[in-house]
């Protein structure tokens, strides 16, 4: 039988185990709920982008090997192919809303999953169509970006 000063330092030991489990559960948590916000933020500015044909904010935000599926069901290789699609108008919207739905953290890639509404511009071939579709990205970090 343990004698009552061991027992004593034997459940503080467990409750400082159990503090620090519950604080660094807080902290990870608050850490997930900052970066979703932040990976949200970069979700909406990236369609925001796209939207008003800013290339800076492109360059900001994707990679040379940015990858994504146009609306003409055609996939994408490449930041500078999107761009040469958005500059000769195939890909123009007039409007462009994305809600992302769920975002997924895990260690360096985080993956956002939910849908768009676009309304296709004026230089689009598809003028005025409305295309309702779900969308997938994936954001990763790579040397610090």
């Known amino acids: 039988m343990m004698k009552p000063e061991k027992l004593t330092i034997f459940y503080l030991a467990v409750f ?6 519950a604080i660094f559960a807080q902290n990870s948590k608050k850490q997930n709920d900052s970066l979703e916000q932040e990976i949200r ?5 990236e369609a925001e982008a796209i ?11 994707a990679s040379a090997d940015f990858t994504t599926n146009s609306p003409r069901n055609v996939i ?6 999107l761009k ?6 195939v890909v123009d919207y007039a409007s462009f809303v994305r809600e992302a739905e769920t975002v997924l953290i895990y260690e360096k890639t985080i993956v956002t999953v939910g849908r768009e509404t676009i309304v296709m511009g004026e230089k689009s071939p598809q003028k005025g169509l409305t295309i309702k579709r ?3 990205n994936t954001w990763m970090n790579r040397n610090g970006k």
């Open 16 to 21: 400082l185990t159990l503090c620090s489990s």
């Open 76 to 81: 994408v290789k490449g930041k500078e192919e």
């Open 134 to 136: 779900r969308y997938t």
């Open 51 to 61: 939207l008003k044909k800013d290339f800076q904010a492109l360059d900001k935000l």
């Open 84 to 89: 040469q699609l958005i500059r000769k108008g």
């Open 41 to 45: 933020r970069f979700d909406l500015a």
